[in-house]
């Protein structure tokens, strides 16, 4: 059985979000996709360029940027993270 891609979508702000993101992301919505909005400075700092920029209605959540993923793919979940290029 083939599965749908995930429409959760994680964006890291430093070096990644940007005006060009944003809008693409604001097109996305529409069609389901869910957003989570992420940092290896931490949360709050997330937090602050998210409320700084007057976005933080476009994400369903913002976190630190994740120590560990466990999934039982292994390493090809890496896959989608050159997907999303390809989207926008």
Request: glycine share 6%.
């Amino acid at each position: 059985m083939k599965y749908p891609p995930p429409k959760w979508i994680f964006v890291d702000v430093d070096g990644t979000l940007s005006k060009t993101v944003i809008e693409w992301i604001r097109r996305k919505r529409p069609d389901g996709y869910r957003f989570v909005l992420w940092s290896s400075r931490g949360e709050e700092y997330a937090k602050s360029v998210a409320e700084e920029w007057g976005i933080t209605d476009l994400f369903e959540h913002i976190i630190s940027k994740p120590g560990y993923i466990v999934d039982d793919k292994g390493w090809k979940w890496i896959r989608f993270t050159t997907t999303i290029w390809r989207l926008i």
